[in-house]
């Protein structure tokens, strides 16, 4: 069975940083390309960013740009994401998910990790 | 503003059919696979349709995808209460080169 855990989330102040992580098990990470996606509260969901399969590209959407970093190391089967330089509006669930090369889908969910951005 | 537009509602009686839109552009639904999610309350999404009608396994076939042009359209036959969730539909865009997601749409089940 493949499971994704998130991890790292909790309250920060605006301008401080988060390290989310994202531990898989059940399957064989490096066939995957993984992205975070977040889902503000009572909102929808909102792509964040997605790392290629031996984290040759990455792709960040313009809201987290040069603020954020994913990364991965697929021997320890995790994904990453740095969070600096918080807003308030960055408050949300974080979500790993799962992408198929070529299919563009997000196969596997983990049950998220809520980041809260308050003073 | 999401790049890709659903309605933000739909309802329909237990047994019915439901359809619910998705519309973009070409550097999104145009050139790109459609995939569509589904989230129950207080869940995490659950991937329902890739590649535009493609169903993963364990999926029913009363769910089922279409494209067209720069839109698509999940359809939900045989409706059932627990049916009732928020979907979404989702590509990616080439100029934006990033993920795209619709608004979500809110199904009620009369």
Redesign the interface.
Same mark, same amino acid.
Do not use: K, P, V
């Given at each position: 069975e493949v499971q994704l855990v998130e991890s790292g989330g909790g309250l920060v102040k605006p301008g401080g940083s988060l390290r989310l992580s994202c531990s898989t098990s059940g399957l064989t990470l490096s066939n995957y390309n993984m992205?975070w996606?977040r889902q503000a509260p009572g909102k *929808?969901?909102?792509?964040v960013s997605?790392i290629s399969s031996s984290s040759s590209y990455m $792709? $960040?959407? #313009?809201s987290v740009k040069g603020r954020f970093t994913i990364s991965r190391d697929n021997a320890k089967k995790s994904l990453y994401l740095q969070m600096n330089s918080l807003r308030v509006e960055d408050t949300a669930v974080y979500?790993c998910t799962t992408t198929?090369p070529g299919? *563009? #889908? $997000?196969?596997h969910? *983990?049950?998220?990790t809520l980041a809260t951005v308050s003073s | 503003q999401s790049v890709l537009t659903q309605p933000p509602s739909v309802s329909a009686a237990p047994g019915q059919r439901v359809t619910i839109s998705c519309s973009g552009s070409r550097s999104n639904i145009g050139g790109n696979s459609v995939s569509w999610y589904q989230q129950l309350p207080r869940t995490a999404p659950k991937l329902l349709i890739y590649d535009n009608d493609d169903r993963p396994s364990g999926i029913p076939d009363r769910f089922s995808g279409s494209k067209s042009g720069t839109s698509a359209t999940l359809v939900i036959t045989g409706l059932q209460t627990g049916d009732e969730a928020d979907y979404y539909c989702a590509t990616w865009d080439s100029s934006l080169d990033g993920g795209v997601f619709g608004g979500g749409t809110k199904l009620t089940v009369l």
């Open positions: 992205n996606i *929808g969901l909102e792509w997605t $792709y $960040y959407a #313009d979500y198929r299919l *563009g #889908d $997000y196969l969910w *983990g049950q998220g | -």
